[in-house]
C-alpha cells in the first residue's frame, strides 16, 4: 500500500537504481539432517535410536565430520519420513529445460 503513494518517477528509480538481492545457503546434508529431525521433533538420541546408529554418528554428519554416503542416506531417511535424495543432495537444482 505504500508504493500507492510514491510517484511514478520515483518508482522508475527505485526500479532502475537497485538490484533484488537472492539469499542463497548452501544447504549441507547435515544441515538437512538437522532440519527434518527438528522438523519431526527428535533430539539426536531419538533419531540415534529410530535409525540403529549411533548419536556421536548423528552428530558428527550434522556438523559436517562425517560424510553421509547413501547407505546412511538410506537409513536416515527411513527414520525421517523422506526419500534419501533429500538428505544426500539438498542444494541440488535441475537445470533442465522442458521441451516445448
Given at each position: 500500500?505504500?508504493?500507492?503513494?510514491?510517484?511514478?518517477?520515483?518508482?522508475?528509480?527505485?526500479?532502475?537504481?537497485?538490484?533484488?538481492?537472492?539469499?542463497?545457503?548452501?544447504?549441507?546434508?547435515?544441515?538437512?539432517?538437522?532440519?527434518?529431525?527438528?522438523?519431526?521433533?527428535?533430539?539426536?538420541?531419538?533419531?540415534?535410536?529410530?535409525?540403529?546408529?549411533?548419536?556421536?554418528?548423528?552428530?558428527?554428519?550434522?556438523?559436517?565430520?562425517?560424510?553421509?554416503?547413501?547407505?546412511?542416506?538410506?537409513?536416515?531417511?527411513?527414520?525421517l519420513q523422506?526419500?534419501?535424495?533429500?538428505?544426500?543432495?539438498p542444494d541440488?537444482?535441475?537445470?533442465?529445460?522442458?521441451?516445448?
Amino acid at each position: 500500500m505504500a508504493n500507492k503513494k510514491l510517484g511514478k518517477k520515483t518508482k522508475e528509480l527505485l526500479k532502475s537504481e537497485f538490484n533484488s538481492v537472492q539469499i542463497k545457503v548452501k544447504l549441507t546434508p547435515g544441515k538437512a539432517i538437522r532440519i527434518y529431525r527438528e522438523a519431526r521433533g527428535l533430539s539426536q538420541l531419538q533419531l540415534a535410536e529410530k535409525s540403529g546408529l549411533k548419536q556421536t554418528t548423528i552428530s558428527g554428519l550434522e556438523n559436517d565430520r562425517l560424510t553421509l554416503g547413501l547407505e546412511r542416506a538410506k537409513v536416515l531417511a527411513r527414520s525421517l519420513q523422506v526419500h534419501p535424495s533429500v538428505l544426500a543432495f539438498p542444494d541440488w537444482e535441475s537445470e533442465r529445460k522442458d521441451a516445448a
